[in-house]
């Protein structure tokens, strides 16, 4: 699947979120009726490569973001697999889709002030062990604190260029011009290269 242009489908609204496990049950967005079992062994195959590949890249970059802890970082990753999962048969466009998706959350978190305090995250935070799990690296952590002196879209656009996306595929997703979104990425990069190097002088 093409991951540099995203399908417009939106989440379903909250009373059709319904948990939907990796079994044989068809998701609500594909009816039983239309799915053959084939198609059922399909589906759950596809998403369970794009779970596995995905999933801890997708709770880095949340993050990354810095709006969320490890921990609520991971929590929103998973809630996002779980709706794509939902949805799947109609994302053409997966990475794209769960990017946009769990940014959408994360704001939603922050609005309704569901992010929990750091000191409250210790015994959340997913452990190494479990290779389906994400915890922040050393590295992770110095990088987030560098784009944490960013304003926020900055910090933003910044993370959808670094997921190799032009100006034009960043303004389509983030609904804004592409002018705007070269001129911010051009002061951020400045910026960041800047912060980057201070930190660097400090360690040596």
Not at 113 to 137: G, M, T, V, Y
Request: charged share 30%; with cysteine; net charge negative.
């Amino acid at each position: 699947m093409d991951d540099k242009t995203t399908e417009r489908s939106e989440p379903p609204a909250e009373n059709q979120m319904i948990i939907y496990g990796l079994t044989d049950q068809a998701p609500p967005f594909a009816p039983t009726t239309e799915l053959t079992a084939h198609d059922r062994d399909r589906i759950r195959d596809e998403f369970s490569a794009f779970y596995e590949g995905f999933m801890a890249r997708l709770s880095a970059w949340v993050y990354l973001h810095g709006w969320a802890s490890e921990a609520d970082a991971y929590d929103i990753a998973q809630e996002t697999m779980r709706l794509a999962f939902e949805r799947w048969p109609t994302i053409e466009h997966p990475k794209a889709w769960t990017r946009r998706t769990a940014s959408r959350l994360s704001v939603q978190r922050l609005a309704s002030d569901e992010l929990l305090p750091l000191e409250d995250n210790e015994d959340r935070i997913p452990r190494k062990a479990n290779p389906c799990r994400f915890a922040a690296s050393e590295t992770l952590h110095d990088f987030r604190a560098a784009l944490q002196q960013l304003p926020p879209r900055q910090r933003q656009l910044l993370l959808w260029a670094s997921e190799e996306y032009e100006p034009t595929e960043i303004a389509k997703e983030l609904k804004v011009t592409p002018e705007a979104v070269r001129t911010s990425l051009w002061k951020a990069r400045r910026r960041l290269a800047e912060i980057m190097q201070t930190q660097d002088a400090g360690e040596q």
